[in-house]
């Protein structure tokens, strides 16, 4: 069975400073994707960035960028340059590719202007 | 219209009545799901959809019923539900076997039973 966590329920970060949120994830499966989403007041969930388990290679999308590390089951979220319009919550979420989306609990990120 | 979309945005029911959630996709997906979002917990999958067939059914209460006439549209029917039923409810599709693998949410239905 696969299993999220998100041991942070909450965060604060400086307008324009650095965060990073965490998550470490279980799975049995060889192949496999992680997520992050995120969750604004509107409640919609959005996909921020994705990662394929078998490339090495970090995602990045624009201040958003993750730091995957497979043997460690590890996959955390950076952003850079925060901005007002980051507060939210944010998911992280793995799936092996069928219909089954594992996501975590969560974690509030603040953004103090 | 694109994406995910849920009616209604609210909803207040009294543990004796009957209503339906919709949901309706135009992203041409074969998967949909339901989530219930409470606080403070993982979002929990009630039911998926494949090709219009259910293949996942998360010990759901008899209370829940879904129902997918065809790939774009999916119902959830509630009737005598309880005050732990209050939640966020979320739809969501994917396109399930290929390389995209995310699922898009809707804005969710928020649930007040009374």
């Known amino acids: 069975a696969q299993t999220v966590t998100q041991s942070q329920p909450e965060m604060s970060v400086q307008e324009a400073e650095t965060v990073t949120l965490s998550c470490t994830y279980d799975?049995?499966?060889?192949?496999?994707?992680l997520f992050w989403y995120k969750q604004p007041p509107s409640r919609q969930m959005i996909l921020v960035i994705r990662?394929?388990?078998?490339?090495?290679q970090n995602a990045t999308e624009n201040r958003f960028s993750v730091n995957f590390q497979k043997a460690a089951k590890s996959f955390s979220l950076k952003i850079s340059d925060s901005q007002l319009g980051d507060a939210a919550m944010y998911f992280c979420?793995?799936?092996?590719?069928?219909?089954?989306?594992?996501f975590g609990t969560g974690t509030r990120l603040k953004v103090l202007a | 219209e694109t994406g995910v979309t849920q009616t209604p945005r609210h909803l207040v029911m009294g543990m004796t009545n009957k209503k339906s959630l919709k949901c309706e996709q135009h992203l041409g997906h074969n998967a949909m799901y339901w989530y219930k979002q409470s606080a403070k917990k993982p979002l929990e999958l009630m039911f998926v959809?494949?090709?219009?067939?259910?293949?996942e059914n998360n010990s759901v209460p008899s209370r829940f019923s879904p129902e997918c006439p065809n790939s774009s549209h999916l119902f959830l029917h509630l009737h005598t539900l309880q005050p732990e039923d209050s939640a966020l409810y979320l739809c969501?599709?994917?396109?399930?076997?290929?390389?995209?693998?995310?699922?898009?949410f809707g804005q969710g239905t928020r649930l007040t039973v009374v």
């Open positions: 990662q394929e388990a078998y490339k090495q």
């Open positions: 799975t049995s499966e060889s192949d496999y994707y």
């Open positions: 959809y494949s090709l219009e067939e259910r293949v």
């Open positions: 979420a793995c799936t092996s590719g069928t219909y089954k989306y594992i």
């Open positions: 969501a599709s994917s396109q399930v076997w290929t390389g995209f693998t995310e699922a898009f």
